[in-house]
């Protein structure tokens, strides 16, 4: 360990503000991505389900349709 | 002898090989990152002449490589695509885009912040730095071009034309610090006669490497993925995965 306590960690010998501007944006960058890309395959899904139901729904009124 | 490759070709399969690479790529990026980042941070001695300020190197560095690396695989993904008119090709090229422009946005970012207590400026117009800009608008203009098309082959081809021809400006960005003079230092650990950094640097620098690597490979798949389902949305087999659930 480099740091004799953890303020000392945090202040980074006084470029506290860059490295911690570095790895936060970092982070963020790389989490928003990551976030962005699984939402837009779970949206997907549900659409597809979605499309499957209305289609669904679509063959049981023709039926019901041609019984009538 | 290239016969078992050919399957893949398949939107299904191709799908399932992303499902099945993904779990190893992000097992190996969080666990190189967790380690690369405690042992970077807190653990790896402080520079002689920089002090703290050089704890960026650690990812800097790795994104700035995986920005070329990124780029590297979407045009070889690009060439694939026009040659063999493979469709999966064509979604690799836009699965890998966003996340290679990520690495380029952090590569910059990163740089601006340690540019700013060592030069004494967030940005200077430096042959590195503004060959790394570049790179950047390359890869939003991959993307910009693929959706500009209504036609999604047209716009494949075309983004794929542009990948390629950008490839140019790799050799650009990595001699940059060679050929002209810049304020960017010169390479550091490609140097292998003389490696101008500490082991007890690099180690922890090189598991930054092989963890960004590994994550831009799992979000390239993750992304990979949603393009094949999206492309083949009306497809059985997409309905199966989907029921399935």
């Known amino acids: 360990m480099q740091f004799e306590s953890f303020s000392d960690f945090i202040a980074m010998g006084g470029y506290g503000f860059y490295v911690w501007l570095s790895f936060g944006s970092c982070l963020a960058i790389i989490l928003g991505l990551l976030f962005v890309s699984l939402y837009e395959g779970k949206r997907l899904k549900e659409e597809v389900k979605m499309q499957m139901s209305r289609e669904e729904r679509i063959k049981k009124a023709k039926e019901a349709e041609a019984q009538a | ?245």
């Open chain 2, 1 to 245: 002898m290239w016969k078992w490759l050919h399957p893949y070709a398949k939107a299904e399969r191709a799908y399932q090989l992303c499902n099945t690479l993904l779990p190893y790529f992000a097992v190996v990026s969080v666990l190189s990152i967790v380690v690369g980042w405690i042992w970077g941070l807190a653990y790896a001695p402080a520079d002689y002449q920089q002090k703290d300020s050089y704890r960026i190197i650690f990812i800097h560095v790795p994104s700035a490589i995986l920005s070329m690396g990124a780029y590297s695989s979407m045009a070889i993904a690009a060439i694939v695509a026009l040659v063999w008119q493979l469709r999966n090709a064509e979604l690799a090229v836009i699965a890998i885009a966003p996340v290679g422009a990520a690495m380029t946005a952090i590569a910059l970012i990163t740089g601006a912040a340690w540019g700013k207590p060592m030069w004494g400026a967030w940005w200077v117009w430096d042959a590195r730095l503004t060959s790394e800009l570049i790179l950047l608008f390359l890869y939003l203009g991959v993307l910009s071009l693929y959706h500009a098309f209504e036609d999604k082959k047209a716009g494949g081809r075309a983004a794929c034309i542009l990948a390629i021809v950008g490839v140019v400006n790799l050799p650009i960005i990595h001699f940059s610090v060679e050929w002209w003079n810049t304020l960017h230092q010169g390479a550091t650990i490609t140097k292998f006669d003389t490696s101008a950094i500490d082991p007890s640097m690099l180690w922890p620098l090189l598991i930054n490497i092989l963890g960004f690597a590994a994550l831009v490979g799992a979000m390239s798949l993750v992304r990979l993925k949603n393009e094949i389902m999206q492309a083949d949305k009306h497809r059985p087999w997409v309905r199966q995965l989907v029921s399935r659930g």
